[in-house]
């Protein structure tokens, strides 16, 4: 069974401070797909990054970055000069590959709360 | 370009009464899924369709159904409503190709069973 743990409830940065969400995934599969998506007040989730089980290398996209290492079973991210604008909730994801190619379910962790303030 | 649109918005429902959730896909997504997430919770995974067909469940009762339309949108219905099933639902779109550009999600719909 995959399972994602996000062991940060909240945390809370003053703007402009760098902050890592942590993630840990478990599952059987060889072939999967990790995302990070971020959840604000209106509810919508906006999908921020996916990379797949054999993609480890990592990379920065302006002030996110995302250290994928499949060794821990992890897969962080860094939002760099936290901005106020950040302030959400942010989910990892799991998904695994699947042999048909539709799109398999998604097994969300339970969410680290961000709080950005002045 | 539109992204995935749900239906309604806020919806509040007594306990034993039937709800009907509809969400239209993104341009170009065939594949749509259901989840519902609970106050404080992450998503969960509720059923998926395809061409018409559910292709995959989550662990839910048979309360919860679901039904896709020749183009591509999707209806969840619940049954026989429980305090419990009080939560945010949210409809998220896909394409049926192997190299996934990501999951688009709607602003979901926030039942409240009272």
């Known amino acids: 069974a995959q399972k994602v743990t996000q062991a940060q409830t909240e945390i809370s940065v003053v703007e402009k401070e760098d902050v890592t969400l942590d993630c840990v995934y478990e599952?059987?599969?060889?072939?999967?797909?990790l995302f990070w998506y971020k959840q604000p007040p209106s509810g919508e989730l906006v999908f921020l990054i996916r990379r797949n089980s054999f993609d480890e290398q990592n990379e920065i996209s302006g002030r996110y970055s995302w250290n994928f290492q499949k060794s821990t079973s992890s897969f962080n991210f860094t939002i760099t000069a936290s901005q106020v604008v950040d302030s959400a909730v942010y989910f990892c994801a799991l998904s695994e590959g699947h042999p048909t190619g539709t799109a398999s379910k998604l097994t969300f962790g339970t969410g680290t709360r961000l709080q950005v303030t002045l | 370009d539109a992204g995935v649109t749900q239906s309604p918005t806020h919806l509040i429902k007594t306990r034993g009464q039937q709800v009907t959730l509809r969400c239209s896909p993104k341009?170009?997504?065939?594949?749509v899924s259901w989840y519902q997430q609970a106050l404080g919770q992450g998503p969960q995974f509720i059923f998926q369709?395809?061409?018409?067909?559910?292709?995959q469940r989550g662990n839910f009762p048979d309360r919860f159904s679901g039904h896709q339309f020749p183009n591509y949108s999707s209806e969840l219905n619940v049954n026989a409503l429980l305090l419990g099933d009080s939560a945010l639902y949210l409809c998220a779109s896909s394409r049926s190709v192997r190299d996934l550009p990501g999951y688009t999600f709607g602003s979901g719909t926030r039942l409240t069973v009272v």
């Open positions: 599952t059987r599969d060889t072939t999967y797909y």
């Open positions: 369709y395809y061409e018409e067909e559910e292709r």
């Open positions: 341009s170009g997504h065939d594949t």
